[in-house]
């Protein structure tokens, strides 16, 4: 526990000279002092870019190969780890570390030999450090080590505030895992039972009046009649301060807890754990890419990456939340014969102040125009419009410069508009791809590897891979005039993210449309040997039935944003005095809307088709995405109206919380425990309305608790206990709206 501290502390702080540290101990001889170094090395890729980018430069490694710092640590110590890195660093770390174990880096190694490893601010690094050098036997000790204790030791003093900070932060098992915990000692210390078995059949009653935990005895598959077994344990079970009351109910049993014991326990965790509160670590040390959006550049975005992008954002966020380090990518359609078309198209249509101005959209008309020119053909049933747009396609794919010029310039203008779009919905990338980076070079070696498996067969002219057996019909691979297709450029991309990333999980998510595609691209990679494929996930949904605003058919991700604003504002309108109050309309207006949409579209199970109905999606009332935020809202104003009246939650966390006695105060915190589990059970199922649904059933608790239990007016004692209940679920809330990708 002690070095999870200081490990926290360590990577709370901000300063940073551990990547001289790390390169120093790794080269050291001790066993411990490498294990630590590992660890050292995360900070270092935080703080020190300019040392990562010194590594970067010396090391001819790229992130390939990496190792994982799971494998050195215990889980729950990789897990603190984790808990202090950004989502963002794991791989950076890992790369680091290797780059450190193959020494690459003698510049840093020859300034930790310099002494320069100490900052002018004291850190925590460096009591980290210190304590290991100090315990480090005789023999092991060098000059530069005796050097670094001694600067050490002044500077302890100012290090003893931030101890403190970090001890009172660490308790991060989720409250009802401890009471599970209890029951399933009670039972192995009574029955021979796997732990693991016990802990995973425990299950939650549907009625409150059996008990907070019921235990399936049949689970067991015990000798015996299970209603029997039932009443003999029920008898001989022993209730303690965490149980307070078992009872025999058929072939259950059912456990009692102690509210006052889950509410002392579960409230100071929330306001501790912040905006942690209910993520777990589970992928700690893992990588997943997770491929979303992906939209067509000159083509409109239809619902299907709407959904995309707003599920994919999810499923992001759901790892981020589980110790996942992501890699989010947008791999766009950028590549293709219709980059031909819209080039013909461009020289015949394209207006360059049209174009700067909206690229997306303009790229859209022109590409709209071309493709009715080339409706026209010639006697022979050719047309020209199409066959320059091959030939074009065609030098595009050689490598032509000048033709890849204007295609960049129409692809980097369409990110640029992308960027700006995404970021309305608080939407980033880490990468954008796209089918262009898998041209016909790249893929080149992927069709010589289904060659030489035998994979490839010719059919018609085309190179096809024939899948029937697997009833998957036959994939074209090659056609007949030598080009590739979507599905090669998929193949090529995963094996290339393989080699790059390492990763332990591809997500892609993309409409149920699609299910052939991905299910014919698994099959090939399976057959072409790549056991890696099994990671391989593609994550679907269904349709959105009628998109349609009242100013038409929506086209573009834009004017849906734009018209949702709209139709937003207009209801706002409607509550004149509320409205005015509001000190930038539309900026609320734009804010709420698009949570309407995003609610709307995560309210149901991923795969169901649904339609835009725009007066229920837009309401304050009923289960809508503005009916959370006012909620959230509802929530932060009773914290912000106590504040005034000068009731506030002590900051050591010393408040009486068994005051919290009423039955709804009681059910309110039994929800709000139930967070961590629904987290970890959507990190699953990628399902994000099990999180919609805990956000909407926690916004009636409160509703209810609220209208009968106040913070003002009350006696001292109890309204600061009450504000850390609320402030407790509007914590819970934040956090799944979060997940949830709109707050
Ligand atoms: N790797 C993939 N195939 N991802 C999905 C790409 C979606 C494609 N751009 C489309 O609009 O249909």
């Keep these: 526990m002690i070095h999870n501290t200081k490990f926290f502390l360590l990577f709370k702080n901000n300063s940073a000279p551990y990547a001289e540290v790390a390169t120093f101990l790794l080269a050291s001889k001790s066993k411990s002092l490498q294990n630590l170094t590992l660890a050292l090395s995360q900070q270092a890729n935080n703080q020190s870019s300019l040392l990562i980018k010194d590594i970067e430069k010396n090391s001819s490694q790229s992130i390939q190969g990496k190792t994982s710092i799971t494998k050195f640590f215990s889980r729950q110590f990789a897990s603190n780890l984790y808990e202090i890195a950004s989502a963002q660093t794991v791989a950076q770390i890992d790369y680091y570390v290797d780059a450190c174990r193959k020494k690459d880096s003698q510049i840093i190694l020859k300034k930790v030999k310099e002494n320069q490893l100490i900052s002018e601010k004291p850190n925590l690094g460096d009591i980290l450090i210190w304590d290991y050098l100090k315990n480090l036997p005789k023999e092991e000790r060098t000059d530069s080590t005796l050097k670094y204790i001694k600067m050490m030791e002044k500077k302890l003093p100012e290090l003893s505030q931030a101890v403190f900070e970090v001890n009172s932060v660490f308790a991060t098992e989720p409250v009802l895992n401890q009471f599970k915990a209890k029951i399933v000692e009670k039972l192995s210390t009574l029955l021979n039972v796997a732990e693991d078995l016990a802990y995973e059949s425990l299950e939650v009653p549907n009625k409150s009046i059996n008990g907070d935990f019921a235990f399936p005895i049949p689970r067991l598959k015990l000798p015996g009649n299970p209603v029997q077994i039932a009443k003999e344990l029920q008898q001989k079970i022993k209730t303690d301060e965490y149980i307070l009351k078992v009872t025999a109910f058929g072939p259950f049993l059912n456990f009692f807890i102690n509210k006052n014991l889950l509410t002392q326990k579960l409230l100071p965790q929330i306001l501790t754990q912040d905006t942690k509160y209910g993520n777990n670590y589970d992928g700690v040390g893992k990588t997943a890419l997770v491929e979303y959006s992906s939209p067509n550049i000159a083509k409109p975005f239809h619902f299907g990456h709407i959904r995309s992008t707003i599920i994919g954002n999810f499923v992001k966020n759901v790892l981020n939340a589980t110790g996942w380090h992501t890699v989010s990518?947008?791999?766009?359609?950028?590549?293709?014969?219709?980059?031909?078309?819209?080039?013909?198209?461009?020289?015949?249509?394209?207006?360059?102040?049209?174009?700067?101005?909206?690229?997306?959209?303009?790229?859209?008309?022109?590409?709209?125009?071309?493709?009715?020119?080339?409706?026209?053909?010639?006697?022979?049933?050719?047309?020209?419009?199409?066959?320059?747009?091959?030939?074009?396609?065609?030098?595009?794919?050689?490598?032509?410069?000048?033709?890849?010029?204007?295609?960049?310039?129409?692809?980097?203008?369409?990110?640029?508009?992308?960027?700006?779009?995404?970021?309305?919905?608080?939407?980033?990338?880490?990468?954008?791809?796209?089918?262009?980076?898998?041209?016909?070079?790249?893929?080149?070696?992927?069709?010589?590897?289904?060659?030489?498996?035998?994979?490839l067969v010719p059919s018609d002219g085309a190179l096809i891979v024939d899948l029937t057996e697997k009833n998957l019909g036959t994939a074209v691979i090659g056609k007949s005039d030598g080009s590739l297709l979507y599905l090669s450029r998929d193949i090529a991309a995963a094996i290339s993210r393989h080699e790059i990333y390492n990763f332990d999980k591809l997500y892609y998510v993309v409409a149920s449309q699609q299910n052939h595609h991905f299910k014919q691209l698994f099959t090939i990679l399976e057959e072409m040997g790549k056991p890696w494929v099994k990671n391989c996930e593609h994550i679907n949904f269904g349709m959105i039935l009628d998109?349609?605003?009242?100013?038409?058919?929506?086209?573009?991700?834009?004017?849906?944003?734009?018209?949702?604003?709209?139709?937003?504002?207009?209801?706002?309108?409607?509550?004149?005095?509320?409205?005015?109050?509001?000190?930038?309309?539309?900026?609320?207006?734009?804010?709420?809307?698009?949570?309407?949409?995003m609610i709307q579209d995560m309210s149901s199970r991923r795969n169901k088709d649904y339609s835009f109905v725009w007066s229920r999606m837009l309401s304050f009332e009923g289960d809508t995405g503005p009916y959370l935020q006012y909620a959230h809202s509802r929530l932060r104003s009773i914290e912000r109206k106590a504040e005034e009246a000068g009731i506030v939650i002590p900051e050591d966390l010393v408040v009486n919380f068994n005051l919290l006695v009423e039955p709804q105060a009681v059910l309110l915190m039994n929800f709000l425990a139930k967070f961590p589990e629904v987290v970890k059970e959507v990190s699953k199922s990628f399902e994000p309305c099990g999180v919609v649904q805990y956000c909407f059933e926690l916004c009636h608790n409160f509703s209810s608790t609220y209208e009968q239990l106040y913070v003002l007016n009350q006696e001292k004692e109890l309204a600061v206990a009450r504000l850390a209940l609320y402030k407790s679920a509007r914590i819970t809330l934040g956090n799944g709206l979060r997940l949830l990708g709109i707050m």
């Excluded at 203008?413 to 880490?430: A, C, P, Q």
């Excluded at 509320?578 to 804010?591: G, H, M, R, S």
């Design 547 to 597: 998109m349609s605003t009242r100013r038409g058919n929506v086209v573009f991700l834009e004017e849906l944003l734009d018209a949702t604003q709209e139709s937003m504002h207009e209801v706002m309108k409607k509550n004149e005095e509320k409205y005015n109050q509001i000190e930038n309309p539309d900026l609320v207006a734009d804010t709420v809307g698009l949570s309407a949409i």
């Design 329 to 455: 990518i947008n791999y766009l359609g950028d590549w293709g014969k219709q980059y031909g078309l819209l080039a013909v198209g461009f020289e015949k249509y394209g207006d360059e102040e049209l174009l700067q101005k909206d690229p997306i959209k303009h790229l859209f008309d022109v590409y709209v125009q071309i493709n009715k020119d080339g409706e026209e053909k010639d006697e022979n049933g050719n047309s020209e419009v199409h066959d320059s747009a091959r030939r074009y396609f065609k030098k595009m794919e050689d490598g032509d410069a000048d033709a890849l010029k204007l295609w960049q310039r129409f692809r980097d203008m369409s990110i640029t508009k992308y960027r700006e779009v995404y970021g309305r919905l608080n939407i980033m990338f880490d990468i954008y791809s796209g089918e262009s980076q898998y041209s016909y070079e790249q893929c080149k070696e992927v069709l010589d590897e289904l060659q030489g498996k035998n994979l």
